[in-house]
């Protein structure tokens, strides 16, 4: 069975940086997108970034292009990273690793398989 597991979210200070981790495991992931999408209370999930299985391209939504950096995890064949700089209070959210066919398709919603998500909160 399909497991995404998410680490690395806590409780920063508006300016400051923090890196969440996305393990895989279940089955082969070397051929699938990854990438991450949050929820803010209150409100829906949103698309925040995605990386093709070869690590070459990616997407980010407007909301953290320039400030969020996605990558394959070069220790694990099916992990993805996020590192996340400048953050600020409207970026707090849980922050879910997914899982789906293409960089393309899941920017635009489509994902296979969710993880638990990690709490991220930025508060001074």
């Known amino acids: 069975q399909v497991r995404l597991e998410e680490t690395g979210g806590g409780l920063v200070q508006p300016g400051a940086s923090l890196n969440l981790s996305c393990t895989a495991s279940?089955?082969?992931?070397?051929?699938?997108?990854m990438g991450w999408f949050r929820q803010a209370p209150e409100k829906e999930r949103e698309f925040v970034a995605t990386?093709?299985?070869?690590?070459?391209?990616?997407?980010y939504a407007d909301a953290v292009k320039g400030r969020f950096t996605i990558a394959r995890d070069p220790s694990k064949n099916t992990g993805v990273l996020l590192e996340m700089r400048d953050l600020k209070p409207e970026d707090t959210a849980v922050y879910y690793c997914?899982?789906?066919?293409?960089?393309?398709?899941?920017?635009?919603?489509?994902?296979?398989?969710w993880g638990q998500g990690t709490q991220v909160t930025v508060s001074s």
């Open positions: 990386v093709s299985w070869t690590g070459t391209s990616a997407v």
């Open positions: 997914v899982e789906g066919g293409s960089t393309t398709r899941m920017a635009q919603g489509e994902v296979r398989h």
């Open positions: 279940g089955r082969p992931f070397s051929s699938y997108a």
